[in-house]
């Protein structure tokens, strides 16, 4: 079946440090791809998506981009803050499905 | 527009207990789901809907049960809790074709 796999973490960052979070799926068809962030106590938020390949989704400094050939949907940011400090997910979804999630990256940026 | 909500925030159940938890939405979304969310496991799909009167089983559906009597909520029922089902509980919904999942702030829940 459809799965994601992303980076163990913790990942520990200084603050303005380059980030980058692995993720590759695996799924049949054409899924689009997500990232969602879950801030302390809080439920999970859309960060980015890409819904083709090539596609680069961008929000708030991230970016990640949809490449089909490596089955990849790595999460970048060229300057972390302390505020970014979260557990990331990366999901999946198929048209008329549910999400499917990587088991979550904690990033925490220290200043 | 308060988007997804959940009640109650915490609750602490003995094994045995039922309990019912309730998802409303008000951004008229098709689609509702629970997940639940467990340390080093991600978010696992319990039940989903796509539609006012349908509900569907997830990836782990044992020991509960749902139903989507009115389009904007959506219930989870424990029927005799067990301490597996110790977890952070998630609701969300969305709007095809879009699919983008809006999540509530959760119920962590506690079975003794």
């Known amino acids: 079946g459809d799965s994601v796999t992303q980076m163990e973490g913790p990942v520990t960052l200084s603050e303005e440090a380059f980030l980058t979070i692995n993720c590759t799926y695996t799924?049949?068809?054409?899924?689009?791809l997500f990232w969602y962030v879950q801030y302390p106590g809080e439920g999970l938020q859309l960060l980015l998506k890409?819904?083709?390949?090539?596609d680069k989704g961008s929000n708030k400094g991230f970016e990640a981009t949809y490449r089909k050939e490596t089955t990849s949907f790595h999460l970048e940011k060229g300057s972390v803050q302390v505020s970014d400090s979260a557990v990331y997910f990366c999901a999946l979804e198929q048209a008329g499905t549910a999400l499917i999630f990587g088991k979550g990256t904690t990033l925490s940026v220290s200043s | 527009n308060a988007g997804v909500t959940q009640t109650p925030k915490f609750r602490v159940l003995k094994t045995g207990q039922s309990m019912t938890l309730l998802c409303a939405q008000d951004m008229n979304h098709e689609y509702m789901y629970w997940y639940r969310q467990d340390p080093g496991m991600g978010l696992r799909l319990i039940h989903y809907?796509?539609?006012?009167?349908?509900?569907a089983k997830g990836e782990v559906p044992d020991g509960y049960n749902v139903s989507r009597l009115k389009k904007q909520n959506f219930l989870l029922g424990l029927e005799s809790a067990a301490p597996s089902q110790t977890s952070v509980y998630f609701c969300a919904s969305s709007l095809p074709p879009n699919y983008e999942q809006y999540f509530g702030p959760g119920t962590r829940l506690t079975v003794t």
């Open positions: 809907s796509v539609g006012e009167g349908t509900t």
């Open positions: 890409a819904t083709k390949a090539d």
């Open positions: 799924a049949t068809g054409y899924p689009s």
